[in-house]
């Protein structure tokens, strides 16, 4: 059984930084894709960044320059650096895995396994 479980969320000003993590257990293919989604009320879903086995990285255009995907060695913790945090960026985070597939870039928000989300709330 595929597990993903967020933590790291909170409330910031403008301007600073949060750490998501994510802790993969139960995933047993050599080919994924890792992701992090976030969703705004009255919003659809929207990929944030994106992480292959293959480490290539894709962000969303919205988050360049400020937020770095990344995940340990062992590939069972995926991580959300989100620097230089903005109001806009505000929105429930899910960490979301799947098999590679075609593509995995930042614009894939279909996945069979998701978390439970974690809250993000930057004010101005």
């Known amino acids: 059984q595929v597990q993903l479980v967020e933590s790291g969320g909170g409330s910031v000003q403008a301007g600073g930084s949060l750490r998501l993590s994510c802790a993969v257990s139960?995933?047993?293919?050599?080919?994924?894709?890792m992701a992090w989604v976030r969703q705004v009320p009255g919003k659809g879903r929207e990929g944030v960044a994106a992480l292959g086995s293959d480490e290539s990285t894709s962000y969303a255009d919205s988050v360049k320059g400020r937020f770095t995907i990344s995940k340990d060695n062992t590939g069972d913790n995926l991580y959300l650096q989100m620097d230089n945090l903005q109001p806009e960026d505000t929105g429930t985070y899910y960490c979301?895995?799947?098999?590679?597939?075609?593509?995995?870039?930042?614009?894939?928000?279909?996945?069979?396994?998701w978390g439970q989300g974690t809250q993000v709330t930057v004010s101005s």
């Open positions: 139960g995933y047993r293919y050599s080919s994924v894709c």
């Open positions: 979301a895995a799947d098999h590679f597939g075609r593509y995995c870039t930042s614009h894939r928000t279909e996945y069979n396994f």
